[in-house]
């Protein structure tokens, strides 16, 4: 893939312990004197991947990555513990010990879907730690957004689909399929507890890409990562993700000084565009790109060299 550069080697990892009984996974990867970037992942839960790298011109950035609380290679799992010490503020404050432990003044943010809600926060909390955001995806945890997604919205795009999500609920609790999920999710018995993760998980493997890709569903159908994606989506939804209803965007202004490049795919079904405009219409010195034919996922070619070209421009 031309849009993307060649894979790129980790050149270190460890875990670094965030309190709380919590440690996180990070690595770098590129030029150690290079510019600073944290590639936050999307979810909650996803963790991070090899392709993550591969944005960043590795000559010119030190690239920083880390599964966030309860993700990926990052201990206690999140259907190991009870979630309470996993909240976005919890997020951001560990991006900031990292940004302290390696010794970084200011850091670029990269962030897609959910790394966007992590990388707003984190910026218009510490915006003199952050020298660029690149979103793509914009997502801010409104109710709007949420109802989109996950109250019937979208469900007039993938109608089976939607008859698949919510089949696992009792008629009743159909309207909010969030607070549904949260007691299946809880259920003790833990073939109640696989099952709906899983259905949960698809629904979004479904309305990923633009045209049906099953590679995305077969991804999100796994078991160990729908159980760890399911759980922790459920669990910031149903708060808000910590959030004042349209925090985000109100304080936006925060950003001001901070150029920012947002990268959003036309046809997005799980963040629709209109997060994206409203954000950059809120937010001076941002750069809105609408990349025609994409939709949410990041390896849609036209999104994928928007972001390296958001990247290549403040390397």
């Given at each position: 893939m031309d849009e993307l550069y060649p894979p790129t080697p980790v050149r270190a990892d460890g875990m670094l312990d965030v309190g709380?009984?919590?440690?996180?996974?990070?690595?770098?990867?590129?030029?150690?004197?290079g510019k600073p970037v944290a590639v936050l992942h999307g979810g909650p839960g996803s963790g991070i991947s090899p392709m993550m790298r591969r944005h960043f011109d590795p000559e010119a950035y030190r690239i920083i990555l880390f599964d966030q609380r309860g993700s990926g290679r990052s201990t206690p799992k999140a259907g190991e513990d009870d979630l309470s010490a996993n909240t976005l503020w919890h997020l951001v404050s560990d991006m900031e010990l990292l940004r302290e432990r390696l010794n970084i003044a200011r850091w670029q943010l990269f962030g897609g879907s959910w790394g966007s809600t992590l990388a707003l926060a984190y910026a218009q909390t510490y915006p003199a730690r952050v020298s660029e955001l690149v979103l793509r995806g914009v997502f801010?945890?409104?109710?709007?957004?949420l109802d989109w997604l996950y109250r019937g919205g979208a469900a007039n795009l993938f109608p089976a689909e939607w008859e698949a999500f919510v089949s696992p609920l009792p008629e009743a609790q159909q309207a909010d399929p969030?607070?549904?999920?949260?007691e299946l999710l809880r259920s003790p018995d833990r073939a109640v507890r696989e099952r709906a993760a899983i259905a949960w998980s698809v629904w979004e493997g479904a309305t990923v890409a633009l045209l049906p890709?099953?590679?995305f569903v077969h991804q999100y159908s796994n078991q160990e990562f729908a159980v760890t994606f399911a759980r922790l989506a459920v669990h910031y939804f149903r708060h808000g993700a910590w959030l004042e209803e349209g925090q985000l965007i109100r304080d936006a202004g925060k950003l001001a000084g901070i150029p920012g490049v947002l990268v959003q795919g036309r046809y997005d079904a799980v963040c629709p565009p209109i997060t994206a405009h409203q954000l950059h219409r809120a937010w001076p010195g941002s750069e809105l790109k609408l990349v025609e034919g994409a939709g949410h996922a990041v390896s849609d070619p036209g999104v994928m060299a928007?972001?390296?070209?958001?990247?290549?421009s403040f390397r």
């Open positions: 709380d009984g919590h440690r996180i996974y990070c690595q770098e990867a590129g030029n150690p004197d801010t945890v409104r109710q709007r957004e969030i607070a549904g999920y949260a890709q099953e590679s928007a972001l390296r070209a958001a990247a290549d």
